[in-house]
């Protein structure tokens, strides 16, 4: 199984990086057959073509379902934020920052919020917050939120949906506020990965959300591979693409 992590608008980078694995073709198809390929989320902000990233996420779930394989992706905390700034844009934080600023200081692209659309919306409505397959718990962000918001996966999922359905801007500010701790399962945080797998099962963890760089001694271009810590209980597959990484694939065995 194939992971991908946060994209942050690097397109013409993930293309490079599927294909140099064959999984997609040089016109950009599917050419995974019944390989399994699931991205972490965070497809857009920080980067130009977030929403073409989006859609070929989109379009390769379809053609991996007909060629016996399977691609899929989480929702990220950039996927929520620009879907506020869409349905809310003027709504204010106690700080009386609007969502439309708030997405533009965190990287938000204009032209993806011109161009997006409610299937987009539909799509990342659709898509889980956590995943749980082959003893490994994924979920986009190494942070405490998401045992506020449910006490399974099937339970956090739904709340998600709900969050980016028909929840009013308040319950979306306040889980965007959450996504701000990053590194959660770093150092002390061994704890937490715990209770992690204790409540949602799996006997590892698969994230993305926090630079790999940001908690090793690499720069950023020097990144060429996913941080396994705590004894393999903790995996991070953020490249830092938007920070120079060069990228990577992750496989899971
Ligand atoms: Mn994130």
Redesign the pocket.
């Known amino acids: 199984m194939y992971i991908v992590g946060?994209i942050h608008g690097q397109f013409d980078r993930l293309v490079e990086l599927l294909q140099a694995k064959e999984l997609l073709t040089p016109d950009l198809s599917w050419a995974g057959g019944e390989a399994e390929l699931l991205f972490i989320?965070?497809f857009v902000d920080r980067g130009t073509d977030g929403l073409r990233a989006v859609e070929l996420a989109m379009r390769l779930e379809r053609e991996a379902a007909s060629a016996g394989g399977r691609v899929m992706s989480l929702v990220?905390?950039?996927e929520l934020l620009m879907v506020a700034a869409y349905k809310f844009p003027a709504y204010q934080d106690e700080f009386g920052e609007t969502m439309l600023e708030s997405w533009q200081r965190n990287g938000g692209e204009p032209r993806d919020l011109v161009s997006l659309e409610p299937r987009h919306i539909d799509w990342f409505q659709s898509l889980p917050a956590m995943h749980l397959e082959r003893q490994t718990l994924f979920l986009?962000?190494d942070a405490e939120l998401y045992l506020d918001y449910g006490q399974t996966v099937e339970e956090v999922n739904a709340s998600f949906r709900r969050i980016l359905g028909d929840a009013g801007p308040d319950e979306l500010n306040k889980l965007l506020e959450a996504?701000s701790e990053h590194g959660g399962f770093e150092a002390g945080g061994r704890k937490l990965a715990r209770r992690y797998l204790q409540r949602f099962g799996g006997r590892r963890l698969v994230h993305?959300?926090?630079p790999v760089d940001k908690f090793s001694l690499l720069k950023p271009e020097q990144v060429r591979e996913a941080r396994s810590y705590h004894g393999g209980l903790c995996i991070n597959v953020?490249g830092g693409l938007y920070r120079g990484g060069p990228g990577f694939v992750f496989e899971l065995s």
């Open positions: 946060d989320g965070d990220g905390n950039h986009h962000a996504f993305g959300h926090t953020d």
